[in-house]
Nanobody
């Protein structure tokens, strides 16, 4: 079964750091691209950062310079290093990726991991 599983969320004080991980599992031929989204309470889901198989990255303006997205292709794992966290970074963080299996490409979402930043 192809799936994405996130980990690494938690409670942190403003100015602190967290590292999120997202592991893809199953019979996967390729994964491209990989993205992190987040959804704050009462708000729509927004794109935080993305990375291609070749390592090209993009970030939302609100996290530029504080968050770093990376991936380990050998482990089919996506990461999000979050530094200098702010209360407005609080929300559910979702991993998203287009995974290609023998059934072809399909968009997958993880179950979400909660990040809470206290002031």
């Amino acid at each position: 079964q192809v799936q994405l599983v996130e980990s690494g969320g938690g409670l942190v004080q403003a100015g602190g750091s967290l590292r999120l991980s997202c592991a893809a599992s199953g019979s996967i031929f390729s994964i491209d691209p990989m993205r992190w989204y987040r959804q704050a309470p009462g708000k729509e889901r927004e794109l935080v950062a993305s990375i291609t198989n070749s390592g090209i990255t993009n970030y939302a303006d609100s996290v530029m310079g504080r968050f770093t997205i990376s991936r380990n292709n050998a482990k089919d794992t996506l990461y999000l290093q979050m530094n200098n966290l702010k209360p407005e970074d609080t929300g559910l963080y979702y991993c998203n990726a287009v995974l290609t299996s023998w059934k072809g490409p399909k968009n997958y979402w993880g179950q979400g991991t909660r990040v809470t930043v206290s002031s």
